[in-house]
């Protein structure tokens, strides 16, 4: 974005960074970064039952993934970010290192596990970031606990889902139900990176479905089943975010349509939308560049 002064809505053609070599027939190329270049990671598990990382030092940027991934799915931005800030990825409820949620759990009992780790970690107020069910996340930390969150951004966020894409995300929930195992991960990576997926992101989309292929059953199936339910929680209550909010997502993302961000950025106060073209559901490890510069843009505003 090019303006000094927050846009409400709107898709950049040229991208996040509005820069002239940033159109959208643009291909990024995924790097990684050598260990040695890295700052140092410390891991941890909180006392009641919280797997994290935490790397870098600054101002705190909390991570939050998706359904069936687990925190390092985060590398790209984990390894930018850390630059210039505190950045703390964790698992959420039923996935990695972490406890299982309840039988019937909610987005409170997910808002309040960052709690349990802020306070485990010593940080009072910090950014919020999540991807997918993690943004739902995020935005209920965010609304649940203003005066904790500095700034909060979705990545790929649903919203408000039309009852035919209702009805085939909480088919694949019952199927997971019934199934007891990840069903259809090939299809899954489909929806996420492409079919058939690009050779040039087939290690990523290979890291992706081991995660998904290892995630705990249990705790998948209960968080996805909140996940399919979950999207139309936040709808009323957008207004009251009073901080800087970012709604971040692909033009390609048939699970996070731009529709659905560009009607949270209305409603936030504070709100700003922007579309990465050609980016599909996993952006954060596909555009990795482009998530981050917006992701910094973000973290540039001033804090509420």
């Known amino acids: ?3 000094p002064e927050p846009m409400k809505t709107g898709v950049d053609p040229r991208g996040p960074a509005g820069g002239e070599d ?4 643009r291909r990024e190329v995924h790097t990684v970064v050598p260990a040695a270049a890295r700052p140092a990671a410390i891991e941890g598990i909180t006392p009641a039952g919280t797997g994290y990382t935490v790397v870098g030092e600054g101002e705190p940027l909390v991570l939050i993934h998706g359904v069936g991934m687990q925190r390092g799915i985060w590398a790209p931005q984990i390894d930018d970010l850390a630059r210039t800030h505190r950045v703390i990825a964790y698992d959420m409820l039923g996935h990695g290192d972490s406890r299982l949620p309840p ?6 009992d997910y808002a309040g596990q960052l709690v349990e780790l802020l306070e485990h ?6 950014n919020v970031s999540g991807h997918s069910m993690g943004a739902l996340v995020a935005l209920a930390f965010a609304l649940e606990h203003p005066e904790r969150t500095l700034r909060m951004a979705t990545v790929n966020a649903v919203h408000q889902r039309t009852p035919a894409q209702r009805a085939a995300v909480r088919a694949r929930a019952l199927a997971l139900q019934q199934a007891g195992a990840p069903a259809g991960i090939p299809a899954t990576l489909a929806r996420w990176f492409g079919d058939p997926v690009p050779e040039a992101l087939a290690p990523l989309a290979r890291q992706a479905g081991e ?5 705990d059953l ?5 968080t996805y089943r909140l996940f ?9 209550r957008l207004q009251e975010l009073a901080m800087p909010a970012l709604f971040l997502t692909g033009s390609d993302d048939t699970n996070s349509l731009p529709s659905m961000s560009a009607a949270m950025a209305e409603q936030a106060p504070q709100g700003v939308l922007v579309v990465v073209p050609e980016a599909r559901h996993m952006m954060t490890m596909t555009h990795a560049q482009a998530v981050n510069r917006a992701l910094r843009e973000w973290l540039a505003r001033p804090a509420a």
């Open 1 to 3: 974005m090019t303006s």
């Open 218 to 222: 249990q705790g998948y199936a209960r």
């Open 22 to 25: 940033d159109g959208p027939c």
């Open 103 to 108: 039988a019937e759990p909610t987005l409170t």
């Open 211 to 215: 995660y998904l292929a290892s995630v």
């Open 228 to 236: 399919a339910n979950a999207d139309g929680e936040h709808g009323h």
């Open 121 to 126: 970690l010593g940080i009072r107020r910090a």
